[in-house]
């Protein structure tokens, strides 16, 4: 069986005027919508998944985070998960560091519209009034100029997330 969702993404004040640190908050946006859609009913035209594909494109492959990710991916498919909800993203602080190399992305999360359910057990997919902390280092895609898909289809492909680590209650509600 696989997991059902109906699940939503807003990103709050994720706006810079340098250019550079807008890609990587687009990138990073994009990435986390990109994980929400794993979780979606969507398949391809032969029946599979594509979330190991997907993946790839918004996590460096071998590192922390695209592990991280995939097992993840993989264990929401594998379940009879039902999900439903809107989280909403805030507070990020950008660097770029590394002559434009690398960046490090801080942000904060709230999940608590987020439910999910399982059989008949209904549960929310965070504790009632903590905010999770984002930690996540990015680094630029060295193909990323060189892949010959539409420009629209690269759009925000810029940059790739290689580790990733969250602190449970690190924000405060705004």
């Given at each position: 069986?696989?997991?059902?969702?109906?699940?939503?993404?807003?990103?709050?004040?994720?706006?810079?005027k340098d250019k550079g640190k807008q890609a990587v908050?687009?990138?990073?946006?994009?990435?986390?919508?990109?994980?929400?859609?794993?979780?979606?009913?969507?398949?391809?035209?032969?029946?599979?998944?594509?979330?190991?594909?997907?993946?790839?494109?918004?996590?460096?492959?071998?590192?922390?985070?695209?592990?991280?990710?995939?097992?993840?991916?993989?264990?929401?498919?594998?379940?009879?998960?039902?999900?439903?909800?809107?989280?909403?993203?805030?507070?990020?602080?950008?660097?770029?560091?590394?002559?434009?190399?690398?960046?490090?992305?801080?942000?904060?999360?709230?999940?608590?519209?987020?439910?999910?359910?399982?059989?008949?057990?209904?549960?929310?997919?965070?504790?009632?009034?903590?905010?999770?902390?984002?930690?996540?280092?990015?680094?630029?895609?060295?193909?990323?100029?060189?892949?010959?898909?539409?420009?629209?289809?690269?759009?925000?492909?810029?940059?790739?997330?290689?580790?990733?680590?969250?602190?449970?209650?690190?924000?405060?509600?705004?």
């Amino acid at each position: 069986m696989h997991s059902i969702a109906h699940v939503g993404a807003a990103f709050s004040d994720w706006k810079s005027k340098d250019k550079g640190k807008q890609a990587v908050l687009d990138s990073a946006a994009k990435a986390e919508r990109n994980t929400q859609m794993l979780m979606t009913d969507s398949k391809d035209e032969d029946g599979t998944y594509r979330y190991e594909e997907l993946i790839k494109d918004w996590y460096l492959e071998g590192s922390q985070a695209h592990k991280c990710r995939t097992a993840y991916a993989k264990g929401v498919r594998d379940t009879e998960l039902e999900l439903w909800g809107h989280t909403r993203f805030y507070a990020p602080k950008v660097s770029v560091y590394d002559g434009g190399r690398k960046a490090r992305l801080e942000y904060c999360a709230d999940h608590d519209l987020m439910e999910a359910r399982h059989g008949t057990k209904e549960y929310p997919l965070a504790k009632a009034g903590t905010y999770p902390r984002h930690r996540t280092h990015l680094v630029k895609d060295e193909n990323w100029g060189k892949d010959v898909r539409p420009p629209e289809d690269k759009a925000g492909r810029e940059w790739k997330t290689v580790r990733e680590t969250m602190t449970p209650d690190g924000c405060d509600k705004r």
